[in-house]
């Protein structure tokens, strides 16, 4: 296909609508030649294919529209296809797609870099890296950290997800089924219980010091080089730390030269209603990882630290053939304008506001609904056995599949399978969350 000229805009109407079974026949077709070609370990929450999607909608090819309450994964927080990121991505490839930024530098990289020095937590000298993905991210960390404390140990804590590629399969608290079968993973990694308020009912200081207390007696700050949080868990169910606890192990990290590294892959970029959910957390990361949300579906990550642990590695020590591409950080400085003014986090805090309400409503008139938890644009409820707080994987199942028929696609998440979790863009109108809000209701009633 050649492409002369600047692509379309697809009108994408934003409203639910669906005119076939789902999968409708052309998916089915589509599902049939993807089963001949793709490897059986790639799954598919939602087997449609999609031809367009804007804003908070995506198309399939059959004609549905839904309502879009996965984003990627909390990746398009901006919305698909953002008019600002398409027309970057357009602008940027006229110049040059590619060219390694350390073979020969361009300004976008330094640009992103500058802007995310800017909006991190903390006034102290930092420092940039940027590649590919949220797990690259995490294993450069890993590496920057080793390097700078000359220890080997990396803590990580319960319901965590880091990634998958080796080292980061090790640091997720599932094994299965990120890790099955791929062993052996990378070693070195020491896991501590969390903070789960719903289900621990400890304070953010009791939960910290039953935390350290643990990392004390496994591997001790001797041996440990840092500790990954993410500052809400998002595979592990989106679980907000009591007030206090990620601060308290931050200063216990500085007072034993340990660093501490917010995984803000998935919380960050809006997603909580600001730049980073540490932003509002009274914590200042030593390190800090991001990817999902920044380049408006483009992939980029980066880690954002402090200057003299970003500086102790050699020269040469840190890169790779794509990390910072300039077409993903014309996206990225899309993004970045775009957040500029706030109006976005008040976006993300109106979602809060509708859809977190109306889920509370639910919860009134649903047992079912154990727990509703999250910041901003990053919301879910914890589905139970009525009456208990014990999991229910199979309610999850039913209201994911009701959703599916019915034009709202959902993800679920939690280390029980028994979380759904909500990840909207930003921009989704309330008309679309209260439309949300009527298929969730349905889908309990028809629990
Ligand atoms: C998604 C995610 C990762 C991994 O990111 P990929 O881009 O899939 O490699 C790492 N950490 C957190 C918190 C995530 O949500």
């Known amino acids: 296909m050649t492409n002369t000229s600047a692509p379309a805009a697809t009108v994408v109407t934003q409203e639910r609508k669906v005119v076939t079974a789902i999968p409708g026949p052309k998916s089915q077709e589509m599902m049939k030649r993807r089963n001949a070609v793709v490897s059986a370990g790639v799954g598919a929450a939602l087997p449609v294919f999609i031809e367009n999607a804007h804003g908070s909608i995506v198309v399939d090819v059959d004609g549905n529209q839904f309502i879009d309450f996965a984003a990627g994964i909390g990746v398009t927080t901006v919305g698909h296809s953002n008019d600002g990121v398409v027309a970057a991505v357009a602008e940027q490839a006229g110049h040059y797609t590619h060219l390694c930024f350390t073979v020969t530098p361009y300004e976008g990289y330094v640009a992103v870099a500058e802007q995310l020095i800017k909006h991190t937590p903390g006034n102290h000298d930092k420092r940039v890296m940027l590649a590919n993905s949220g797990a690259e991210a995490v294993e450069n960390a890993v590496k920057f950290a080793r390097k700078f404390t000359g220890k080997n140990g990396v803590g990580v804590i319960d319901h965590a997800y880091h990634g998958r590629t080796n080292l980061t399969m090790g640091m997720n608290f599932k094994n299965a089924p990120y890790g099955t079968g791929f062993g052996p993973l990378g070693n070195s990694v020491f896991r501590a219980p969390s903070s789960y308020p719903f289900h621990d009912g400890l304070s953010g200081a009791e939960a910290a010091k039953r935390t350290l207390s643990y990392f004390e007696k496994i591997v001790g700050a001797e041996d440990l080089a840092c500790i990954f949080m993410e500052p809400i868990q998002g595979e592990g169910g989106f679980v907000v730390p009591a007030d206090g606890y990620l601060a308290a192990i931050q200063e216990w990290c500085t007072a034993n030269n340990v660093v501490f590294v917010a995984d803000e892959v998935q919380s960050g970029i809006a997603r909580t209603g600001d730049y980073f959910a540490t932003t509002n957390m009274g914590v200042v990361p030593d390190m800090m990882t991001v990817a999902k949300g920044i380049a408006g579906g483009m992939p980029l990550s980066a880690v954002v630290g402090r200057a003299d642990i970003m500086d102790s590695v050699h020269v040469g020590g840190m890169g790779g053939t794509y990390g910072g591409n300039p077409v993903a950080c014309a996206a990225a400085l899309s993004v970045f304008e775009q957040l500029e003014d706030g109006k976005l986090f008040a976006e993300a805090k109106r979602i809060e506001k509708t859809l977190g309400g109306g889920l509370r409503q639910l919860q009134e008139k649903y047992p079912v609904i154990g727990d509703v938890r999250g910041r901003g644009a990053m919301l879910a409820i914890e589905l139970v ?63």
């Open 385 to 447: 056995q009525p009456g208990t707080k014990d999991p229910n994987p199979d309610a999850v199942k039913k209201v994911i599949a009701y959703g599916a028929q019915h034009g709202l696609l959902l993800l679920s998440a939690g280390s029980y399978y028994n979380v759904l979790r909500f990840l909207p863009a930003v921009t989704t109108s309330d008309a679309l969350l209260e439309d949300a809000l009527s298929v969730l209701d349905e889908a309990l009633a028809s629990l």
